[in-house]
């Protein structure tokens, strides 16, 4: 965590840093999933960044630093029925 807080707060000392214009997000999704589910989530997720892993540097691209965490988390309380 310290890593990734340490690369966002060298992204907002640019001069130039502009979170609208380059797309800058932090999502949160809850998500209720089974075993099978999450393996098939997490292969399409590693499908998709796999695939643009190879890129090499061009003119019309740059380094974008993408962070993924996933971990399960404690079932809500229900309210109580009756």
Avoid: C
């Avoid at 690369?7 to 209720?32: C, G, I, K, M, N």
């Avoid at 796999?50 to 404690?74: C, G, W």
Wanted: hydrophobic share 40%.
């Amino acid at each position: 965590m310290a890593a990734l807080l340490a690369e966002f707060d060298a992204y907002l000392d640019r001069e130039r840093a502009d979170p609208t214009a380059d797309s800058v997000s932090y999502r949160q999704f809850p998500l209720w999933l089974n075993q099978d589910e999450l393996a098939e989530l997490i292969g399409d997720i590693t499908g998709a960044i796999v695939s643009k892993m190879h890129n090499k540097p061009a003119p019309d691209r740059s380094p974008h630093l993408l962070s993924t965490i996933l971990f399960p988390t404690e079932e809500p309380p229900r309210p109580p029925s009756g």
